[in-house]
């Protein structure tokens, strides 16, 4: 089983910047994958951005050239650098991650979810 923990979210205006952490603990052999989602009220569960392993990255369409995705392979983290938000970025953001067994099984595993809004 792996346990993520996010951290970062909060209020903050319109163009401001905010920075999510997600750590990742317990029986960990390999993670793959490892990236944010958010999920807007009223909306589906979207990819907001994610990073293999071997550090290529993907953002969305409508985050590009605003945030950052990075990861530290060592201590099983992944950050996401959230700059000129918009008050249409609010929503709750999730860390996911695949997991890899080292017995050709992998395994998504989700965080709890943070809030981000921006507002005035």
């Known amino acids: 089983q792996v346990q993520l923990v996010e951290s970062g979210g909060g209020l903050v205006q319109p163009g401001g910047s905010l920075r999510l952490s997600c750590a990742a603990s317990?029986?960990?052999?390999?993670?793959?994958?490892m990236g944010w989602y958010r999920q807007a009220p009223g909306k589906q569960r979207e990819l907001v951005a994610t990073s293999t392993s071997t550090g290529t990255t993907n953002y969305a369409d409508s985050v590009k050239g605003r945030f950052t995705i990075s990861r530290d392979n060592a201590k099983n983290t992944v950050n996401l650098q959230m700059d000129s938000l918009k008050p249409e970025d609010t929503a709750v953001y999730y860390c996911?991650?695949?997991?890899?067994?080292?017995?050709?099984?992998?395994?998504?595993?989700w965080g709890q979810g943070t809030q981000v809004t921006v507002s005035s």
């Open positions: 317990g029986s960990i052999f390999r993670l793959s994958s």
């Open positions: 996911k991650v695949v997991h890899y067994n080292g017995m050709l099984r992998f395994n998504d595993y």
